[in-house]
């Protein structure tokens, strides 16, 4: 079938964090836990929003503009099962004070990270990312809409996660218990094959890439329409 296409490590790391809602920031011998306070433009510079009250910001200040510092964040799996870490991040570099005035009434100091270094764990194996990659990178058009469309598949038509199933090779299905929904991206969906005691993950393809969010129910219900045409049983769904 020839290679399949697939996101690039940067591009993943980028769509992490513009999926996930929280951060670590580890500087000056603290651990501070961030929660809807940073993004990434489209330069590529990690932008934090900061309590201008907090310990975080006075070290960052009292650094002359330049603080050491280590971001890590956890991918987690949006819908319920073993094993729910998918990846972690981290990214290193120096924090400093974005120029201008300081929002809301000075409470607020809005710092960026002057990248050094990254790594994205994944199952088992730690990819390096360069600066240059990272900034070029672009998220997956799916990254802010994947938690929502995993959760509703699940809570509103869970017999489909079991009808795709059906487009796994049947060698790989012997002793599974539970079927998840672990991934969705722009190229298809993951699905996390539960054994008694393991697990697998498979993926299936989408037949074209997909453009925009609203592109995936679309690319879904092409993928039951094979599955449905695949006459072998179901296994048991989430």
């Given at each position: 079938?020839?290679?399949?296409?697939?996101?690039?490590?940067?591009?993943?790391?980028?769509?992490?964090?513009?999926?996930?809602?929280?951060?670590?920031?580890?500087?000056?011998?603290?651990?501070?836990?961030?929660?809807?306070?940073?993004?990434v433009g489209n330069d590529g510079l990690l932008k934090l929003s900061v309590p201008g009250d907090s310990v975080l910001a006075f070290e960052i200040i009292s650094s002359?503009?330049?603080?050491?510092?280590?971001?890590?964040?956890?991918?987690?799996?949006?819908?319920?099962?073993?094993?729910?870490?998918?990846?972690?991040?981290?990214?290193?570099?120096?924090?400093?004070?974005?120029?201008g005035p300081v929002g809301d009434g000075g409470t607020e100091v809005t710092v960026v990270l002057e990248l050094a270094a990254a790594e994205l764990a994944e199952r088992g194996e730690v990819t390096a990312v360069t600066p240059e990659a990272f900034a070029a990178a672009v998220p997956d058009p799916l990254a802010d809409r994947e938690a929502n469309l995993l959760c509703h598949l699940v809570s509103a038509h869970a017999d489909l996660v079991a009808w795709l199933a059906r487009l796994v090779p049947a060698d790989?299905?012997?002793?599974?218990?539970?079927?998840?929904?672990?991934?969705?991206?722009?190229?298809?969906?993951?699905?996390?094959?539960?054994?008694?005691?393991?697990?697998?993950?498979?993926?299936?393809?989408?037949?074209?890439?997909?453009?925009?969010?609203?592109?995936?129910?679309?690319?879904?219900?092409?993928?039951?329409?094979r599955a449905r045409a695949c006459r072998r049983a179901r296994p048991t769904a989430h």
């Open positions: 079938m020839g290679d399949r296409p697939a996101s690039t490590t940067a591009e993943r790391l980028r769509t992490l964090l513009l999926a996930e809602s929280s951060l670590d920031v580890v500087a000056a011998q603290r651990r501070v836990q961030l929660i809807g306070r940073h993004e002359g503009g330049r603080l050491p510092a280590l971001i890590e964040i956890t991918d987690v799996a949006a819908v319920a099962m073993r094993d729910r870490v998918r990846a972690r991040a981290s990214l290193a570099g120096a924090l400093s004070v974005v120029p790989r299905l012997h002793g599974v218990r539970r079927v998840h929904p672990l991934r969705l991206d722009r190229y298809g969906i993951e699905l996390r094959l539960e054994f008694p005691s393991r697990e697998r993950d498979v993926r299936l393809w989408f037949s074209s890439p997909a453009e925009t969010a609203g592109d995936a129910p679309s690319r879904l219900l092409e993928l039951l329409a």
